[in-house]
């Protein structure tokens, strides 16, 4: 079955400094990964995904996440965070040999970012 | 383009009532997700449709919860017989018509319902 792990209930960056929310992820078949983002009373929005290629995925915002099959992670990251990025980021996986359309969320990441 | 749409945003029913959401999808797509939040917690899957079609129901409890998604008109969630455990935030989202596993889910802002 599938699975997705965000390890870090929290992450707490500085403004301008470079975040990076972990995510790792468990499928049986070929992974199908997203990044979403949620604020206050809002629906997700949408950052990136991984399909297949480029094992380096860049999204919006700047955000950006990186695949790592050996690991089976795919962290996100951004080079110098802002204020505005404060908010709860989740990591989605979709397997794509038994786990049909379920999209299997993480529990959330809370991203703080200090000025 | 409008994005998705649910109502209401807000429900407060007593205990035993009946609920029901809508959603609206993106203008062009033909799938639709629910999902439920419970507070602090991810999102976790209930129902997957395409038009008059249920294809994954896997996450939906086995009783009092129901979906459709009508040839037209938007598709409803609908709870029936409501207690205290159903209150939480409920989420539609909408994918393009080609239904792959690529495919980008598109999130309406929730309903959040309240079970007195």
């Known amino acids: 079955a599938q699975s997705v792990a965000q390890p870090e209930d929290q992450v707490n960056v500085a403004e301008g400094n470079p975040l990076t929310v972990k995510c790792t992820y468990s499928v049986s078949g070929n992974p199908y990964l997203f990044w979403y983002v949620q604020y206050p009373n809002r629906g997700l929005q949408f950052l990136l995904k991984y399909i297949t290629g480029d094992n380096l995925v860049k999204g919006s915002y700047g955000f950006e996440a990186e695949f790592n099959k050996s690991q089976t992670s795919f962290h996100l990251k951004k080079p110098s965070a802002l204020v505005s990025d404060s908010a709860l980021y989740f990591c989605a996986v979709r397997d794509g040999g038994t786990g049909g359309f379920k999209t299997i969320f993480g529990a959330g990441t809370r991203l703080f970012v200090k000025a | 383009n409008a994005g998705v749409m649910q109502n209401p945003r807000h429900l407060v029913r007593r205990r035993g009532q009946e609920a029901r959401l809508r959603c609206s999808p993106m203008?062009?797509?033909?799938?639709v997700y629910w999902y439920r939040q419970l507070p602090e917690e991810g999102l976790k899957f209930m129902v997957y449709?395409?038009?008059?079609?249920?294809?994954?129901e896997s996450g939906m409890p086995k009783e009092r919860f129901s979906a459709e998604f009508p040839k037209e008109g938007p598709s409803i969630l609908r709870i029936q017989q409501v207690v205290r455990g159903d209150s939480a935030a409920y989420f539609c989202?909408?994918?393009?018509?080609?239904?792959?596993?690529?495919?980008?889910?598109?999130f309406g802002p929730g309903t959040r319902l309240t079970v007195l």
């Open positions: 203008k062009g797509h033909s799938h």
């Open positions: 989202a909408s994918s393009p018509t080609s239904g792959g596993y690529s495919d980008t889910q598109y």
């Open positions: 449709l395409q038009k008059e079609n249920i294809i994954d």
